[in-house]
Each structure stands twice: as structure tokens, then as C-alpha cells.
């Protein structure tokens, strides 16, 4: 049975920062890719930034240069480092699987290319 479980979230204030981390058990971590994606109230699920199994990385366009995502496959853990964060960032973040190695470069921005999904964690900031 695969769980992701997050952690990390929580109020800061603009320019502040915060670190998500998203632990994943019942599965192969180090051949899977891992995303995260947020969904603000009122709006559908949207990438955010995805790592493959070989820490190749993509990104949202308004979060490069302020978020990083990293992965250590000794811990089965991917994180996300936020820094910068403005009000816009303002949303529940989910980590997610993708476990299709052959189409992750074309497919990693789309939600339903990822099969397991956390339980999101709620990140606010403040103006």
C-alpha cells in the first residue's frame, strides 16, 4: 500500500520561506518521479515542480529562482524549498508519484499522469 505523507506547511509572511517534505512508503522511491502541485480555494490543481529519478528537475515558471525541489532516496522523501514566498503562493501543496519512466519529461506538469497522491498540506502567506 503506497502512502505520501507531507509535512512542513504553515503561515509565514511574504518573503518568508518554508520547506515541505513528503515521505512515500510502499514503493520503489528512487525509480518513480515526484511532483508537487498546489490548489488554491476555487481553482483546479496546478503544477508546481516535478524531480526525476535521475534529480533532473522542472518548474512552474513563477516559482523559478525562488523554489527547489531535491530528493534523497535514502529517506523515500521528496522536499520542496520555498523561499520568497509572496501571497500568490498561497495554497494546499500535494506530492504525488509519477511512475511512468518513458513519458515523465512530457508529462510531468499534468496531474493525471500521477497516480499516488498525499494529503496535502496548507501553506498561507501573509501580505
Known amino acids: 500500500q503506497v502512502q505520501l505523507v507531507e509535512s512542513g506547511g504553515g503561515l509565514v509572511q511574504a518573503g518568508g520561506s518554508l520547506r515541505l517534505s513528503c515521505t512515500a512508503s510502499?514503493?520503489?522511491?528512487?525509480?518513480?518521479?515526484m511532483g508537487w502541485f498546489c490548489q488554491a480555494p476555487g481553482k483546479e490543481r496546478e503544477f508546481v515542480a516535478s524531480?526525476?529519478?535521475?534529480?533532473?528537475?522542472f518548474y512552474k515558471d513563477s516559482v523559478k529562482g525562488r523554489f527547489t525541489i531535491s530528493r534523497d532516496n535514502a529517506k523515500n522523501t521528496v522536499y520542496l524549498q520555498m523561499n520568497s514566498l509572496m501571497p500568490e503562493d498561497t495554497a494546499v501543496y500535494y506530492c504525488?508519484?509519477?511512475?511512468?519512466?518513458?513519458?515523465?519529461?512530457?508529462?510531468?506538469?499534468?496531474?493525471?499522469?500521477?497516480?499516488?497522491w498525499g494529503q496535502g498540506t496548507q501553506v498561507t502567506v501573509s501580505s
Open positions: 504525488a508519484t509519477h511512475p511512468n519512466s518513458r513519458y515523465w519529461d512530457r508529462t510531468y506538469d499534468t496531474p493525471s499522469a500521477y497516480n499516488y
Open positions: 510502499g514503493l520503489t522511491f528512487s525509480s518513480v518521479a
Open positions: 524531480i526525476g529519478w535521475r534529480h533532473s528537475t
